[in-house]
T-cell receptor
Framework: SQQGEEDPQALSIQEGENATMNCSYKTSINNLQWYRQNSGRGLVHLILIRSNEREKHSGRLRVTLDTSKKSSSLLITASRAADTASYFC?????????????FGAGTRLAVHP | NAGVTQTPKFRVLKTGQSMTLLCAQDMNHEYMYWYRQDPGMGLRLIHYSVGEGTTAKGEVPDGYNVSRLKKQNFLLGLESAAPSQTSVYFCASADGYEQYFGPGTRLTVT
């Protein structure tokens, strides 16, 4: 069973608009990470937020984490056509010593020029 | 640095054939992972390794075997391929929380 589930499954916006993707999970976590996957490529790490953090920024990315609701959101501001990709959240469980990630099914983002 | 590389990039197998996928990393990472990605689903962990000579089962290990004889290499074997193993396979490595992924191997079993 999947730990993380993204919402929406697909999102289509115009360049310059903001894109928000949400992730819900089921059990306690050490941290939550967001990855991007361009078509036909491997995943690339975007940002990590620890369980004791509520918000984190990296360039045009803003991630929030609400551990009481077991949810996270990824906001991409001023989107560009190059942001077109699938975005995955991944939760790192308290599993004792190694980084075992559980991935959600992803949100497909299309940014139109 | 090449990062994480995977060979081959594509492969077509007949049911019952065997093959080995090779993953190599040049970042001296301790942890390595094999995932499979199927349409509409996220990545699922097949096997992983926390260091040279160690391996452990992930979420979907059945039908696969792995070996980590050298720190930089992690091999995924299919002894008797089945159509259900048609998928895209990704290898990743890590020395902390962030995982670094290879470009993937697209495997089709007919």
């Amino acid at each position: 069973s999947q730990q993380g589930e993204e919402d929406p499954q697909a999102l289509s916006i115009q360049e310059g608009e903001n894109a928000t993707m949400n992730c819900s999970y089921k059990t306690s976590i050490n941290n939550l990470q967001w990855y991007r996957q361009n078509s036909g490529r491997g995943l690339v790490h975007l940002i990590l937020i620890r369980s004791n953090e509520r918000e984190k920024h990296s360039g045009r990315l803003r991630v929030t984490l609400d551990t009481s609701k077991k949810s996270s959101s990824l906001l991409i501001t001023a989107s560009r056509a190059a942001d077109t990709a699938s975005y995955f959240c991944a939760t790192d469980l308290p599993s004792g010593g190694y980084n075992k990630l559980i991935f959600g099914a992803g949100t497909r983002l299309a940014v139109h020029p | 640095n090449a990062g994480v590389t995977q060979t081959p990039k594509f492969r077509v197998l007949k049911t019952g054939q065997s093959m080995t996928l090779l993953c190599a990393q040049d970042m001296n990472h301790e942890y390595m992972y094999w995932y499979r990605q199927d349409p509409g689903m996220g990545l699922r962990l097949i096997h992983y390794s926390v260091g040279e000579g160690t391996t452990a089962k992930g979420e979907v290990p059945d039908g696969y075997n792995v070996s980590r004889l050298k720190k930089q290499n992690f091999l995924l074997g299919l002894e008797s391929a089945a159509p259900s193993q048609t998928s895209v396979y990704f290898c990743a490595s890590a020395d902390g929380y962030e995982q670094y992924f290879g470009p993937g191997t697209r495997l089709t079993v007919t």
